[in-house]
């Protein structure tokens, strides 16, 4: 049976803790007053569904229902957790706990998302003080896990357990503080006002500190605490940055992009990657893993479909190929920091296919072989196209040029006789 949360303030804060908890399973009440709350709910819930169940490598539960409630007093009732997310003024938090225990079961959780009050004052005036605890999150709250559980003495054993369970039920990390400021407020602050001076005495700009946590500092406190090496965390963090083009990653794709290509000489295979296997590329049996022989295979084709003009300013003009078989043999392995090598060799390229057949290669030792089907599609229609004349003419040239090459050895093989 689903338990059900109710979220008092459906502004940034409450729609994120909203987002949460439907995402991982829970039933959602919500009331505001506001007009505007469905909107931001809808959208911020939009994100949740998009980004949350990624973070997880197996299905997460069901997803909940969510209604917005006419009154507090429809909301809370038989809920089993409360999240408080009013705006932070301590009157009206302490008039709505009133309403809310008015109306709530004694043993729900009634949590508020305050960063500024302590408990002391949270409680004060409630009709069940021990009830009422603060659970600050960091936003988005439907992706970071930090909470920060902010309990006193008044709180009975039950409560800070219950609070535990449903926190980390819901992918939380929660951290217990005794009633006081919020710890990474307070942590805020101080960086805060250490910038300020930075930047009020001219050592720094704003966006020069800005750039020191970007790149450096940032990466470095989100790696901290490891008993293992930190490379590979740093490694697939800066990766991962890289593939969103931001932060380090934008530095790193800079770097990238400013290497001379290798010069094109079509009446051989292409080189089409050269790079060297990162380390979060790597599988439990210590060599590369097989899907990321596909991707330097995809990486291939990528860099084949530039050379031939369809580049992103072509595909951002409709037209583009989509691979539709792919058939890999897997022949050697190789290791994280080894140097791989990708040629290509275009044995089809006429009307709307593209037939291609990639060799990696690490030295002179060949560790696998790709042969990739793909389509001219038009990106209005989604359905197969003639490609641009442009286009149509460099593929040919390549495609003439490697006629005269030898069939590649695997070339038409199926799974089987892959041999």
């Not at 006193?152 to 217990?176: F, S, W, Y």
């Not at 094109?264 to 979060?280: E, F, M, S």
């Amino acid at each position: 049976m689903k338990q059900t949360v109710a979220i008092i303030g459906a502004g940034e804060t409450g729609a994120g803790w909203a987002a949460r908890f439907r995402v991982m399973g829970w039933n959602v009440r919500l009331f505001d007053p506001d007009d505007m709350a469905r909107g931001l709910v809808g959208a911020v819930l939009q994100q949740a569904r998009r980004g949350l169940p990624g973070l997880s490598d197996v299905a997460l539960p069901e997803m909940g229902d969510m209604v917005f409630c006419q009154t507090i007093s429809e909301a809370v009732e038989g809920a089993d957790w409360i999240q408080e997310c009013l705006p932070e003024r301590l009157e009206l938090k302490r008039k709505v706990f009133q309403k809310i225990q008015e109306h709530c079961n004694v043993v729900a959780v009634i949590a508020s998302s305050s960063g500024v009050f302590t408990v002391d004052e949270l409680q004060g005036c409630a009709t069940r003080p021990e009830q009422i605890i603060a659970t600050h999150a960091l936003a988005p709250v439907y992706l970071l896990p930090l909470v920060e559980l902010a309990v006193n003495d008044t709180n009975p054993p039950e409560v800070k357990a219950r609070a535990k369970e449903v926190l980390q039920g819901i992918g939380m990390a929660p951290v217990e503080q005794q009633g006081g400021e919020r710890v990474s407020v307070a942590l805020q602050n101080a960086l805060q006002a250490e910038a300020d001076r930075l930047v009020a005495e001219g050592v720094a700009s704003p966006s020069d500190i800005s750039d020191v946590l970007r790149y450096g500092l940032g990466q470095r406190w989100a790696a901290s605490g490891l008993d293992a090496p930190q490379d590979a965390v740093l490694v697939a963090m800066l990766r991962a940055l890289k593939a969103q083009d931001a932060g380090a990653g934008a530095v790193l794709n800079r770097f990238d992009a400013a290497q001379a290509q290798p010069a094109l000489d079509i009446k051989q295979p292409i080189a089409t990657v050269t790079r060297t296997v990162p380390l979060d590329w790597t599988d439990y049996n210590g060599h590369m893993n097989e899907a990321r022989y596909l991707q330097a295979f995809g990486d291939a084709t990528d860099r084949f479909m530039e050379i031939i003009g369809c580049d992103a300013e072509y595909i951002a003009s409709g037209g583009s190929y989509f691979t539709v078989e792919t058939h890999i043999r897997h022949l050697d392995e190789v290791h994280a920091g080894e140097i791989i090598r990708v040629e290509t060799q275009c044995l089809l390229g006429e009307g709307k296919k593209m037939h291609l057949f990639h060799r990696m290669f690490e030295g002179n030792r060949l560790l696998a072989t790709g042969e990739h089907m793909l389509i001219h599609v038009s990106l209005d229609t989604r359905r197969a196209s003639a490609p641009a004349d442009h286009i149509v003419e460099r593929l040919g040239e390549i495609a003439t040029a490697h006629a005269g090459l030898a069939m590649p050895d695997g070339a038409g093989k199926a799974v089987g006789n892959a041999g």
